[in-house]
């Protein structure tokens, strides 16, 4: 059937619809970028220490299973498979989102260049990518957002080529990197979300006749399925996680001035100019009205996160598209007003704010001199949380300090524990950061795996304990003292002042008094 029954309508004159040769209109500098932000990140990532949530993607990819409490599997199972074959150092730990960013950055190119991006302007769409500090904290960090530009790009990557090419079998690959998507984080389900809306809202909306987005969401659903029944058969763990988070009131609610406003710092104060023009452009010109269902995109994937209070790195994903085009039009617009002196001051410029702004989220500075740099900025870094604001440093620095000093800690109680009771001591930790690093840096003290009712380990169980005999960390003694005979406060972790968790108690608790550790434990379940 013809398109205008059921495709793309047809697109304006100047759309070039051939496919390009790769390394044509300047993915040659693209490539070289992407390599840049490579070395960077391979350079400076081992700077400080392991990160408190890759402690948790680490640990549950020895535990294989479709799902965990706080996240799909895919995260997980990729970073098992990277430590088992490049090893644990944090360089290794950190290869994989060092990777995700640099394919992002050369993703992002080709979409500048699909969208009719000459070769400033795709050049110029990786630059913007390659400085945002949503990025570079992407590829500094193993965490389960590492991968989401990657995919959000891809799926709209797929998007375009269908509009653009009047091709709907790219539907099909939409929804199949949607589904991968969907493994790695739930929220790629908003872009999903706002893409149908937007198509529903232009006259794209003639694409629901045809089979393959429909084929699309189908593959969608069935690679995402494994996840959704793991979600089903466990009582949907991840919705109750997130309910308690909001009845807790853990997270700070922003206001919707203060997510737009924290969306400019998170992808750069001077990068707004492009994203704000690509928004814009695309939902009021002419020449972009064929995209106009990304436009509209934008604008239902801030309101939902907004109206769900969602933390402003939410839809940090989302940006290289309206960076491209945004960089399309200024490229286009220096064309007009024949000043070719401005592409490389602007270039320029964006390089220079971003290196002043990359120590933020990009290990570059001894830690003492991020402090001095930090009361120096003319803005204080927000915090996403509410107990992150007694941290010296910004969660992202702080959570990489202290746990070495907790290990060591607890391993000066095991220490304590007679070899004979050892095989029937376990040790309890309060949260998935203090389990995480009992569990990755423990064997060098000798200590077993943890116990803890906190996320994913408490769905592992007391691992055969039976509570007689526990080191317990970071709790307090009156409660212990309801729960076994004898109680020993037996010391605190060495302090490290730059540390989110700071000098915890250690108890080593005897004698269980309700029978086995069993019975006890849907009680220590901890989901928040």
């Not at 944090?90 to 060092?98: E, N, S």
């Amino acid at each position: 059937m013809s398109s205008s029954v059921i495709g793309s309508p047809s697109l304006p004159p100047q759309v070039d619809t051939k496919k390009l040769p790769f390394w044509q209109n300047g993915m040659s500098a693209v490539v070289g970028i992407a390599a840049a932000s490579f070395a960077l990140h391979m350079f400076f990532n081992n700077r400080y220490g392991y990160f408190r949530d890759e402690f948790d993607y680490i640990i549950c990819g020895r535990h294989l299973a479709w799902g965990y409490v706080d996240q799909p599997p895919l995260v997980p199972v990729l970073s098992r498979i990277f430590l088992a074959i490049f090893g644990d150092s944090l360089r290794a730990v950190r290869l994989m989102p060092v990777l995700a960013i640099s394919l992002t950055i050369i993703l992002s190119g080709m979409i500048a260049r699909e969208l009719g991006g000459k070769r400033f302007a795709v050049v110029l769409t990786t630059i913007a990518v390659l400085i945002s500090p949503i990025y570079l904290s992407n590829a500094s960090l193993l965490t389960s957002n590492c991968l989401e530009p990657l995919l959000w790009m891809g799926c709209v990557y797929f998007a375009i080529l269908a509009v653009k090419r009047d091709e709907p079998r790219y539907w099909l690959w939409f929804g199949v990197v949607a589904g991968i998507g969907l493994q790695e984080k739930y929220s790629i389900a908003v872009l999903g979300f706002g893409i149908i809306v937007g198509l529903l809202l232009t006259e794209h909306r003639r694409v629901f006749w045809n089979k393959w987005i429909w084929l699309g969401g189908a593959a969608a659903f069935l690679i995402f399925l494994p996840n959704l029944i793991w979600n089903i058969a466990n009582d949907w763990p991840f919705v109750q996680l997130m309910h308690n988070i909001k009845a807790n009131g853990r997270d700070i609610v922003l206001s919707p001035w203060q997510y737009f406003a924290q969306q400019i710092l998170i992808v750069h104060p001077l990068n707004a100019v492009l994203w704000i023009t690509g928004v814009v452009t695309l939902l009021l010109t002419p020449r972009f009205r064929p995209y106009r269902f990304l436009g509209w995109a934008y604008l239902i994937c801030i309101a939902v996160f907004v109206a769900l209070k969602g933390k402003a790195y939410y839809l940090g994903p989302i940006y290289p598209v309206y960076l491209a085009v945004g960089a399309v039009v200024i490229d286009d617009g220096i064309d007009r007003i024949r000043q070719g002196w401005l592409k490389p001051a602007f270039a320029l410029m964006l390089l220079v704010a971003g290196v002043l702004l990359a120590p933020i989220v990009v290990p570059v500075l001894p830690v003492d001199s991020f402090l001095a740099y930090m009361d120096k900025l003319p803005f204080k870094i927000p915090r996403s949380e509410r107990s992150h604001a007694r941290a010296a440093l910004p969660q992202h620095y702080a959570d990489q300090f202290g746990w070495n000093e907790v290990v060591a800690g607890v391993a000066g109680a095991w220490n304590r524990i007679p070899a004979e009771e050892r095989k029937d001591c376990g040790i309890f930790a309060e949260d998935y950061g203090q389990a995480g690093a009992i569990d990755f840096l423990g064997p060098r003290f000798g200590l077993p795996q943890s116990l803890s009712g906190h996320q994913t380990w408490w769905l592992w169980g007391p691992r055969g304990y039976s509570g007689n005999c526990m080191i317990i960390l970071d709790d307090d003694q009156e409660t212990l003292e309801q729960l076994w005979t004898h109680v020993e406060l037996v010391g605190r972790t060495p302090d490290n002042p730059y540390a989110l968790e700071r000098n915890l108690t250690i108890y080593i608790c005897r004698g269980f008094k309700h029978g086995t550790l069993v019975a006890l434990w849907p009680k220590l379940k901890k989901w928040s």
